[in-house]
């Protein structure tokens, strides 16, 4: 292994890590509706835990209200159970064929909880970065133990996996700033 693998190794991860900050932020709701909220709600289906997308079609109806369609005809009162057991706030109905999800409008202090939980998310995904650096920074100390190369490239490789670190927490505070904004316009 050398510095340039260790260097590609935590660049990797960091994109890694931040494409699954922009999921977990894609979850967190706004005023509007979209699908995404129901990405983790897991439906009883035979027996098993599935995700509600894979015996459901989503759909949204208009602006604030997520249409759910199911796969097969019996599973509406699963689903429907399901979705108000996730603890997402939401309170389904159904009309016919298909389930009515409405996202209440958010209140100020909902708002306020969601810019923390977005603010948590944000810190968990700069830990995990921190983590990174730190596995890379242990690499290039076990590469200089075992003589593989030079204490100076060993600062080097440090430098420049610092200057990552920096690139992602700055593109991490981005997302959380965006994140806020929308979360905070009524």
Do not use: C, W
């Amino acid at each position: 292994m050398s510095v340039a693998d260790v260097k590609k190794n935590a660049q990797d991860r960091m994109a890694k890590s931040i494409e699954t900050l922009k999921g977990d932020l894609a979850k967190v709701r706004t005023g509007r509706a979209h699908t995404g909220i129901l990405d983790h709600v897991m439906v009883e289906y035979y027996g098993n835990p599935t995700p509600l997308s894979q015996v459901a079609n989503l759909t949204l109806v208009d602006a604030r209200t997520i249409g759910v369609t199911p796969f097969e005809k019996k599973m509406g009162a699963t689903i429907e159970k399901a979705i108000r057991d996730a603890d997402l706030g939401l309170n389904p109905s159904s009309q016919g064929d298909q389930i009515r999800v409405p996202t209440p409008a958010l209140t100020e202090e909902r708002r306020k909880e969601m810019v923390k939980l977005v603010k948590s998310e944000g810190e968990d995904a700069k830990i995990a970065v921190r983590n990174i650096r730190r596995d890379a920074n242990e690499s290039l100390k076990k590469l200089v133990k075992d003589k593989a190369i030079s204490e100076d490239d060993e600062r080097r490789g440090s430098d420049d996996i610092q200057k990552l670190t920096d690139k992602a927490i700055v593109d991490i505070d981005k997302l959380l700033a965006e994140k806020e904004k929308e979360v905070l316009t009524v």
